[in-house]
C-alpha cells in the first residue's frame, strides 16, 4: 500500500471518527427526549414491558457512547475491507443499486451496500477479514423476508394477534388429516361479531373446496392429562416448539417463564411448519367425529370415549399435501428431487442449530405447498414436533440411564447410534446427526425408490438399522448426481464419525445446485478464498435485488378500510412457488437460507469433501 493511500485513508477515516464523536451526544438527546428519564414504570406480571426509557447515569451515557463508536468502528473496518475486494460485475451492479433507490425498496439493499457495490484492485488474503465478510452477508440477508416465512400470506393477519383465543373466533371446515394422536382440521377466522360470544362452535361442514380455509388447525388427542391449560401445555409442550405464541391466561405466566428458560426455542423458518398459536380448550362435538375418533372424545359427547373434557390445539398455516402422498401421485423430475432434499437438509441444519432434534422424521411428516398449477418445485416444511428433543440443559445429547427413556418415535427410522445404544449411569445418546442419517433413507423415497428400511415387500425384506452393512444400501438411480449419490450414501455410514455433519451436508447440496461446475473437478484445485467471496457476493446481490417480489399484494390489502370483509370472502393463495426474478420461491429461499448462515470455514471444508467424493 503506498503512502499517498494510507495518508488518504488516515485522514478519510479520522474526520468519521471525529465526526461521530462530536454527534453522539446529540444523537441520543434527540432519541431519548428528557421527559420519559427518571420515570418509573410498572408493569404487569407475565406481559412484556415494551420500549424502556435508559437512564441518564454516566455508566449508561458511557455505555451507549461506547456501542455507538463500536458501530462506528465496524462500518469503517468493513468498508475498508471491501473496497479491496475484486468484483467484475461492480458496473452492473452499480446499475442495479440506482435502479433500486430511484424505483424505492432499497432498505434491503442499503443492508449490503458496503458488499454489493465492493469494487477495487487488491486481493483479500487474511481469514479473518473475509470472515468478516461472511457475517456482513449473514447479517445482510437475515433482514430479509426469505429467512421468515412472509411467502406465507397469513403470516401479516395473525402475527400481532394478543388477544386469546378459543375455538369461537375460527370456522371450522372438514378435516384434512388424521393420525393417531391428533387430527386436523381445514379452517379459517371468523370475522362475524354476531356469532362471537355464544359459546357456539361454528362450523361449515357444507364447504368443498379446502382451499376457501387459509388455516389448519390441529387438536391432539387428550387421553390423561388434567383437563386445565397448565397440565395441558406441560405435558405436549414438545408439540408447541414451533410455535410463535403461546395464548394463555395470566396465570400462566410465571409458568411459560420457566418453560422459556428450559426449552429450546425454534425461530421461524422456510422449511419449518408455520404455527401461529398454541392454546387448550374444550374437545368440541365435531361433524363425524364418533366415527372418527370415538375413543379420544370425552364422555359428555361419547359415553364409551377415553379422552379429556380439554386438549391443546394448533393453529397453523394449511399446507397441501404430505411428502409420501406426493411422491406416490407424481414422478417429480431429478432437479425437483435435488431442491427438495436441500430444503429437508436446510429444515434439519435449522433444528440442530438451535440444540433440536426432531426424532420422529418421515415421508408423512413432511408437508408440501402447492401454490401454484406449475412444474415448480413445492416448498417443503418439516412438521409433528411431538417426539422431538427440545432441552436447553441436555443439548443434542440425551443421558440415557435405563430402557424407560424415550428415545424418539418411528423406531424403523432410528439412527444406528440410537436405536443401539445401552443404557448406564454416564450413557448419552448423541442426536447432532441422528436426523441427518434419517434424511438419508427418506432420499431413496425423493428420487423414486422404495426406502430400503422399510418393509418393501415378501420376497425381498428391508434393511435393519442396527445390523446393515454399507455394502448393502441399494444403488439410487442413474440420472442422479454423482456427488449426490455420493453425498446420500455418506451420512447413511453406521459410524456417525464418518458421517458429515448436518450443516456441511446441507452446504453440498447447496453449492452442488449453485456453485460453479469447475469448482469440484477432482483433478482442479480448489478456488481461492477470493474466488469464492466473489460468488457469495455475486449470489447475494441476486437475491437482494431479483427475489424480492414487489407483486405480494396480501400485505396491502391490511391497510384496507374494508380488510375484514375482504379477508371473510377472498383468500390470497401464498406465492411460494410463483416465478420471482429468474428462479422460483423456494430457490430463492434455499439460497437465502444457505447465506443466513454462510462461513467460509464451512464452505471449505464442503468443497474438500466434494473434490475427494466426485
Given at each position: ?55 441518564n447515569s454516566n455508566v449508561s451515557n458511557t455505555g451507549r457512547h461506547l456501542g455507538y463508536l ?120 371468523n370475522n362475524s361479531v354476531l356469532d362471537k360470544g355464544n359459546g357456539q362452535i361454528n362450523i ?34 414438545r408439540e408447541t416448539v414451533p410455535a410463535r405464541k403461546h395464548l394463555n391466561n395470566e396465570e ?363
Open positions: 500500500m503506498s503512502i499517498r493511500t494510507v495518508v488518504h485513508r488516515f485522514l478519510q477515516n479520522g474526520r468519521a471518527l471525529l465526526h461521530s464523536v462530536r454527534n453522539t451526544e446529540c444523537f441520543y438527546s434527540n432519541y431519548h427526549p428528557r421527559n420519559y428519564h427518571d420515570k418509573i414504570h410498572v408493569v404487569q406480571v407475565g406481559k412484556s414491558q415494551g420500549f424502556l426509557p435508559q437512564g463500536g458501530a462506528q468502528a465496524r462500518r469503517i473496518f468493513v468498508d475498508n475491507i471491501l473496497k479491496r475486494v475484486t468484483n467484475s460485475l461492480a458496473a452492473d451492479l452499480r446499475r442495479r443499486a440506482a435502479k433500486r433507490l430511484v424505483f424505492g425498496d432499497s432498505a434491503p439493499f442499503f443492508a449490503l451496500v458496503g458488499v454489493s457495490l465492493a469494487s477495487g484492485t487488491g486481493i483479500l488474503t487474511k481469514d479473518d477479514e473475509l470472515e468478516g465478510v461472511c457475517w456482513e452477508i449473514r447479517e445482510a440477508v437475515s433482514k430479509l423476508q426469505w429467512n421468515t416465512p412472509q411467502n406465507d400470506t397469513n403470516y401479516e393477519t395473525v402475527k400481532d394477534n394478543a388477544n386469546v383465543l378459543s375455538l369461537e373466533d375460527f370456522v371450522i371446515g372438514p378435516a384434512i388429516a388424521k393420525g393417531c394422536s391428533a387430527i386436523v382440521y381445514a379452517t379459517r377466522f361449515d361442514n357444507k364447504a368443498t373446496d379446502v382451499t376457501a380455509f387459509p388455516l389448519a388447525l390441529k387438536m391432539m388427542f387428550n387421553y390423561n392429562t388434567e383437563s386445565n391449560a397448565l397440565s395441558i401445555l406441560r405435558a405436549m409442550h400462566l405466566a410465571d409458568w411459560e417463564t420457566k418453560m422459556a428458560e428450559r426449552k429450546a426455542k425454534l425461530p421461524p423458518h422456510p422449511n419449518i411448519v408455520a404455527m401461529y398459536y398454541a392454546f387448550a380448550d374444550k374437545v368440541p362435538a365435531l361433524p363425524d367425529s364418533l366415527k372418527m375418533y370415538p375413543d379420544a372424545l370425552p364422555a359428555r359427547i361419547n359415553p364409551q370415549g377415553y379422552g379429556r373434557n380439554m386438549s391443546l390445539f394448533l393453529l397453523m398455516k394449511r399446507y397441501d399435501i404430505t411428502l409420501q402422498q406426493y411422491l406416490s401421485d407424481r414422478n417429480p423430475s431429478t432437479r425437483e428431487s435435488i431442491l427438495l432434499l436441500a430444503q429437508l437438509l436446510e429444515g434439519v441444519a435449522h433444528m440442530n442449530a438451535h440444540g433440536i432434534a426432531h426424532r420422529d422424521l418421515k415421508s408423512d411428516n413432511i408437508l408440501l405447498d402447492l401454490s401454484e398449477e406449475t412444474d415448480n418445485c413445492p416448498s417443503l416444511v418439516i412438521t409433528d414436533f411431538g417426539c422431538c428433543l427440545a432441552d436447553k440443559s441436555h443439548g443434542l445429547y440425551l443421558p440415557y440411564n435405563s430402557h424407560d427413556t424415550d428415545r424418539g418415535g418411528n423406531i424403523v427410522l432410528m439412527a444406528p447410534e440410537v436405536i443401539t445404544a445401552e443404557p448406564g449411569p454416564f450413557t448419552s445418546i448423541n442426536y447432532t446427526k441422528a436426523d441427518l442419517w434419517t434424511v438419508g433413507t427418506i432420499a431413496y423415497e425423493i428420487f423414486g425408490m422404495k426406502n430400503p428400511f422399510h418393509d418393501v415387500d415378501k420376497e425381498k425384506t428391508s434393511l435393519k438399522n442396527f445390523n446393515y452393512k454399507e455394502s448393502d444400501l441399494p444403488s439410487l438411480p442413474n440420472g442422479v448426481p454423482t456427488i449426490v449419490s455420493a453425498l446420500i450414501k455418506n451420512i447413511l455410514s453406521r459410524n456417525l464419525y464418518k458421517r458429515l455433519d448436518t450443516e456441511t451436508a446441507a452446504t453440498v447440496i447447496q453449492l452442488h445446485l449453485w456453485a460453479p461446475s469447475a469448482w469440484f473437478r477432482s483433478e482442479g484445485q480448489l478456488p481461492s478464498s477470493n474466488e469464492v467471496m466473489q460468488w457469495l457476493l455475486c449470489l447475494t446481490t441476486k437475491v437482494l435485488c431479483e427475489g424480492r417480489n414487489s407483486a405480494l399484494s396480501f400485505p396491502k390489502m391490511l391497510n384496507d378500510e374494508n380488510f375484514e370483509d375482504v379477508k371473510k370472502n377472498f383468500y390470497h393463495r401464498s406465492i411460494s412457488t410463483r416465478s420471482c426474478g429468474r428462479r422460483t420461491m423456494p430457490e430463492y429461499q434455499l439460497i437465502a437460507s444457505f447465506l443466513g448462515r454462510v462461513t467460509l470455514s464451512n464452505i471449505r471444508s464442503a468443497l474438500k469433501w466434494m473434490q475427494k467424493n466426485v
